[in-house]
T-cell receptor, first 115, second 113 residues
């Protein structure tokens, strides 16, 4: 089946640090990748949609300068949380889509903790 | 924005019994409805999906039904096992979004031996 790898799985860092999270589709080419945020015992909230070679589309209320998304190839998208603060602590999950008529496949998430 | 409502939020069943989780959606343009299983500390895993041109789909112990007129869809798990314990999310596709999804709030299923 389709495999999506997300790295790192866990990050603990000081306030003010920028953190980069990678999302890779291992056995298929992903025309579209999505980034979600999930708080404990809550649902997944879509942050942005990323298409290869173009600018990401951000959901309302998500700061594009805070959460930088790059989708430079068909197998890799990155999310950079810039100047992270404790309120940015959360579980960040990516998903990848091979084509518009195919299911989304999720990575295993990144637990981000800002001290 | 468009919403996906999911019920119940928690469900406890005995091993061998059936579990049913129900979702309703509001976006009439939604045409793709996946169900995901999420275990603690992991990402969601697709378990079954259904498209709007189909009313029912089954895969072994798991089935999904869709009523487009009423805008609701349900997940049915038969002969539940302890390893079915997890959080289950329904989702509905967002119109004109390249298949982005709106998720329900999740159902925490506990299957007791």
């Amino acid at each position: 089946g389709a495999v999506v790898s997300q790295h790192p799985s866990r990050v603990i860092c000081k306030s003010g640090t920028s953190v980069k999270i990678e999302c890779r589709s291992l056995d298929f080419q992903a025309t579209t990748m999505f980034w979600y945020r999930q708080f404990p015992k809550q649902s997944l909230m879509l942050m942005a949609t990323s298409n290869e070679g173009s600018k990401a589309t951000y959901e309302q209320g998500v700061e594009k300068d805070k959460f930088l998304i790059n989708h430079a190839s068909l197998t890799l998208s990155t999310l950079t949380v810039t100047s992270a603060h404790p309120e940015d602590s959360s579980f960040y999950i990516c998903s990848a889509l091979a084509a518009a008529n195919q299911p989304q496949h999720f990575g295993d998430g990144t637990r981000l903790s800002i001290l | 924005g468009e919403n996906v409502e999911q019920h119940p939020s928690t469900l406890s069943v005995q091993e061998g019994d059936s579990a049913v989780i129900k979702c309703t959606y509001s976006d009439s343009a939604s045409n793709y409805f996946p169900w995901y299983k999420q275990e603690l500390g992991k990402g969601p895993q697709l378990i079954i999906d259904i498209r709007s041109n189909v009313g029912e789909k089954k895969d072994q112990r798991i089935a999904v039904t869709l009523n487009k007129t009423a805008k609701h869809f349900s997940l049915h798990i038969t002969e539940t096992q302890p390893e079915d314990s997890a959080v289950y999310f329904c989702a509905a596709s967002i119109r004109n979004s390249g298949y982005a999804l709106n998720f329900g709030k999740g159902t925490s299923l506990l299957v007791t031996p």
